[in-house]
């Protein structure tokens, strides 16, 4: 009976951990630095902007955003 009682109490804290759900890692990105001016107003330039943040660290990802009426690459990755 007691056999049953422990495995009961385990079984009950294993499904109160899944139901409240386990803490996850949030992903965070943080501007990594800007890649080679003008890249973004080239033909495809999300994408050239992209492949040269990702020469520099592979984790890395790049986005052309406006800043200060002018398009540049910005180069995001984990913080």
Known sequence: MAKLIINFSALL????????GLPKAEAQTCLKGEAQEGVCVQVDGGRLCDLLCKTSDSTWF???E????ETHCHCYGPC
């Open 62 to 64: 790049g986005a052309c």
């Open 13 to 20: 804290m294993i499904v109160l951990l899944v139901s409240n």
């Open 66 to 69: 406006v800043e200060e009426n």
